[in-house]
């Protein structure tokens, strides 16, 4: 699988991020639509994209409404995946007529949490996880052997060991550095010793930083403190692809 990163830093774009958007070109997989989802149109390569939203907030669903440049002058079909609530989150907040003038042209699917489903030859699994809110959709993709697990917005700890154990690759939130491992806590979000010891602890193949606080820019640092514990590790940055 080919795992291409369009969007890679938390809430707000910074100089040298847009936000969560990851895509399985191949698949046509593409994990949260955050302001990164525009990037989406140059990757297309089937005949219908599917996008699995973790949460609503918004530096994960705002890219929903760049989907008239995406499929323009494409013949693709967009479904969308996500937790209860999507089809009224989606069709009476991000699409209410006095935010955006048309309705949105994909279908709003329901994940029931737990039941996996396929899409294509792609399994994919579900488990909530703790966020401010209704919480936080993690997703284990799963095709040929091989895995990928993609978990944001939620404080690491070894309640996710099960659902994530021995994946190939592991995409994680890293909202902070260890110089705000309290302060991340307290928001519910992770920080770089904490992602690093949950992947080294869960057996995972190699492990990619995500979701970064976008006040900073430069997130040399973050590597730096996750590799002392888990060395197979490296920080998303848009434009990064990964085949595993
Ligand atoms: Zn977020
Ligand atoms: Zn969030």
Redesign the pocket.
């Known amino acids: 699988m080919r795992v291409k990163f369009l969007g890679t830093v938390?809430?707000h774009p910074n100089e040298v991020g847009h936000?969560?958007c990851v895509m399985l070109p191949e698949e046509g997989i593409v994990l949260d639509a955050g302001s990164g989802f525009f990037r989406v149109a140059d990757e297309i390569m089937t005949p219908k994209i599917e996008i699995l939203l973790s949460h609503f907030?918004l530096?994960?669903t705002v890219g929903l409404s760049y989907w008239i440049d995406v499929i323009y002058g494409k013949k693709v079909d967009m479904n969308v995946y996500g937790m209860y609530g999507l089809i009224e989150c989606v069709n009476d907040h991000l699409f209410q007529g006095d935010l955006f003038p048309l309705p949105f042209p994909g279908t709003l699917n329901q994940i029931i949490e737990g039941l996996d489903f396929n899409l294509g030859d792609v399994l994919v699994k579900t488990e909530r996880f703790l966020h401010a809110g209704k919480g936080v959709l993690g997703y284990r993709l799963e095709k040929d052997g091989k895995s990928v697990c993609y978990v944001?917005?939620t404080m690491a700890d070894r309640s996710e060991i099960p659902f994530i154990g021995k994946c190939d690759l592991l995409i994680h939130e890293c909202y902070f550095q260890n110089d705000m491992a309290a302060y991340a806590k307290k928001v519910m979000h992770s920080y770089t010793g904490s992602v690093a010891q949950l992947a080294k602890d869960a057996d995972v193949g190699q492990l990619v930083l995500f979701?970064m606080n976008p006040l900073q820019t430069d997130y040399s640092e973050f590597e730096s403190e996750a590799k002392q514990i888990f060395p197979d590790t490296i920080v998303a940055r848009d434009g990064l692809e990964i085949s595993i």
């Open positions: 938390g809430y936000t969560s907030h530096d994960h944001t917005d979701h």
